[in-house]
């Protein structure tokens, strides 16, 4: 099992930036990739970004590239997702996942481990 705690969430003004951590702890896989998704009231779960443990690969999504930006720290098993010119349309929950494969994907159906997650609030 691997249980992953999400923070680093709060609310922020259109401009602002956030750093959100995504802690995992118990059985952790060299190999996974962890990402990032988040859900809006009223609207279905999306893909953010992702990272492979291993090799480091990167994918985003369309409304994450330039502004956001995923890395991890390997000594601590963290996820970091750094938010920067946040929107009022970025307001959601944000849950990092885990994979356990190399692939890095933007299926949520290919994760299979889930933290709780953070609420980011931006206001206009």
């Known amino acids: 099992q691997v249980q992953l705690v999400e923070s680093g969430g709060g609310l922020v003004q259109t401009g602002g930036s956030l750093r959100l951590s995504c802690a995992a702890s118990g059985r952790t896989f060299g190999t996974s990739t962890t990402g990032w998704f988040r859900q809006a009231p009223g609207k279905e779960r999306e893909f953010v970004a992702a990272?492979?443990?291993?090799?480091?690969?990167?994918l985003y999504a369309d409304s994450a590239k330039g502004r956001f930006t995923i890395s991890r720290d390997n000594a601590k098993n963290t996820v970091f997702l750094q938010m920067n010119s946040l929107k009022p349309e970025d307001t959601a929950v944000y849950y990092c996942?885990?994979?356990?494969?190399?692939?890095?994907?933007?299926?949520?159906?290919?994760?299979?481990?889930w933290g709780q997650g953070t609420q980011v609030t931006v206001s206009s």
């Open positions: 990272i492979n443990w291993m090799n480091g690969r990167t």
């Open positions: 996942a885990v994979d356990r494969t190399i692939r890095v994907g933007a299926n949520e159906a290919d994760y299979d481990y």
